[in-house]
């Protein structure tokens, strides 16, 4: 079984400028949610992806945006970079009919300058 | 919202001892609630959860309790050992399709 995984592990990008982060789902996982972790908090909730469509959405602006592939793979994007936009980017896959166990990929580090 | 409240932040044991880290949630609704290992660098672990309609839980070492009424919920950790030094996070969820609402963390040193 083939867990979840991430690319990049790490990114370095300046104010202002977009950036796209992806995941690919475990393997039998057919939804993916995104959270964002600040250094030394906990995980907090962007958006979840079902089927191709969000499926609820946290307290985060309009510039963070997502999409998932009919393979569960999904992407995050966010435009207009901002300095506190700089955190590990976690993306976790469940499964359908589970009650919300929801199993992390390693993160993505973004830093932004 | 859903508001998780997780003590203590830190926490250090000697090798052997128990370790429990304690969680209280506010909204009535949520029925999941997963705990998570997170190693430096690394994604948070699945290390167990407990569904509202279960009091307690147990796997080897791990165990988690959960109280409905007061509306909290405990890791209890028996014989640490040095590899269980992490950030421990405790989740509430309402369930399939819902965010998991975590707390701030535990860090957890376990001294030989």
């Known amino acids: 079984e083939t867990g979840v995984t991430q690319s990049p592990t790490h990114l370095i990008k300046t104010r202002g400028q977009q950036v796209t982060l992806r995941c690919s789902s475990q393997s039998g996982h057919n939804t993916v949610s995104w959270y964002q972790q600040a250094l030394g908090q906990g995980p907090q909730f962007i958006f979840q992806?079902?089927?191709?469509?969000?499926?609820g959405r946290g307290n985060f602006p309009p510039r963070f945006s997502g999409l998932q592939f009919p393979n569960y793979s999904s992407e995050l994007n966010v435009n207009a970079l901002e300095l506190d936009d700089s955190a590990l980017y976690l993306c976790?896959?469940?499964?359908?009919?589970?009650?919300?166990?929801?199993?992390f990929g390693p993160g993505t580090r973004l830093t932004v300058l | 919202g859903e508001n998780v409240e997780q003590h203590p932040s830190t926490l250090s044991v000697q090798e052997g001892d128990s370790a429990v880290i304690k969680c209280t949630y506010s909204d009535s609704a949520s029925n999941y609630f997963p705990w998570y290992k997170q190693e430096l660098g690394k994604g948070p672990q699945l290390i167990i959860d407990i569904r509202s309609n279960v009091g307690e839980k147990k796997d080897q070492r791990i165990a988690v309790t959960l109280n409905k009424t007061a509306k909290h919920f405990s890791l209890h950790i028996t014989e640490t050992q040095p590899e269980d030094s992490a950030v421990y996070f405790c989740a509430a969820s309402m369930g399939t399709g819902y965010a998991l609402n975590f707390g701030k963390g535990t860090s957890l040193l376990v001294t030989p």
């Open positions: 976790a896959s469940s499964r359908e009919g589970t009650y919300n166990e929801q199993f």
């Open positions: 992806y079902y089927r191709e469509e969000e499926n």
